[in-house]
């Protein structure tokens, strides 16, 4: 079975700009979770999406949003980026409350 | 309050010693499960285990083994005989199963193991 795939691995954008991710789950996961990795705040829980619905979120600020869509694929959105969205975007999915698997990851640079 | 703590920011030890990565959690719910990831320099995270808190009995993985201890809201974890490709940061995580947290894991801060030739 392929694993979590996320696109772009990399991506630079400028403050102001938004900027989209996207993640496709492993076959049969209907669960997707992002988090973003900072090196001063860790692991930090953004969103969970189940059948096209956002199940829980973390506690991040408006500007940052997602979907999922009926093939159980995942979109992340930032708006207005700033300095500080500097960060590795992982994705992970699971079956339905079991174990998260992880994709590569997002590395977005906001210069 | 869900938390979860590694005081163990890192860890250096030559090839062949065995390592204990600590993990201390802090939760309400009564049900939840306890994970530690893998997170190698291409930065994937790779699942190692999940563990159940309604099951304490440990658990041996090759080189691997866990030790789950509720009395102390502990579940740390051993590397016998450790090699080079060990080399890693490792994350402790907790996930609550009560209404409202799902998909959600709490993460430790995560210990840099380094491995030593």
């Known amino acids: 079975k392929a694993g979590v795939t996320q696109t772009p691995r990399y991506l630079i954008k400028t403050r102001g700009q938004q900027v989209t991710l996207s993640c496709s789950p492993i076959s049969g996961h209907r669960s997707v979770s992002w988090y973003q990795q900072t090196p001063g705040q860790g692991l930090q829980f953004l969103f969970e999406y189940f059948s096209e619905t956002q199940r829980n979120k973390g506690n991040f600020p408006g500007r940052f949003s997602g979907r999922q869509f009926s093939n159980s694929r995942s979109e992340m959105n930032v708006s207005t980026l700033e300095l500080g969205d500097s960060a590795l975007y992982l994705c992970a999915s699971s079956i339905d409350r079991g174990t998260q698997y992880f994709g590569p990851g997002t590395r977005l640079t906001v210069l | 309050a869900q938390k979860v703590t590694q005081a163990q920011t890192e860890i250096s030890v030559v090839e062949k010693e065995d390592v204990t990565l600590d993990c201390v959690y802090e939760?309400?719910?009564?049900?939840?499960?306890l994970f530690w990831y893998k997170q190698p320099p291409s930065g994937e995270l790779v699942f190692l285990i999940r563990?159940?808190?309604?099951?304490?009995q440990n658990e041996i993985s090759g080189r691997y083994s866990w030790n789950f201890q509720k009395s102390t809201s502990s579940f740390n974890f051993t590397i016998t005989a450790s090699q080079v490709v060990d080399s890693a940061v490792y994350f402790c995580?907790?996930?609550?199963?009560?209404?409202?947290?799902?998909?959600?894991?709490?993460f430790g801060q995560g210990t840099t193991l380094q491995v030593k030739p």
């Open positions: 995580a907790l996930s609550e199963r009560g209404s409202g947290n799902t998909g959600k894991l709490i």
């Open positions: 563990r159940n808190s309604f099951d304490e």
């Open positions: 939760t309400r719910d009564t049900t939840y499960y």
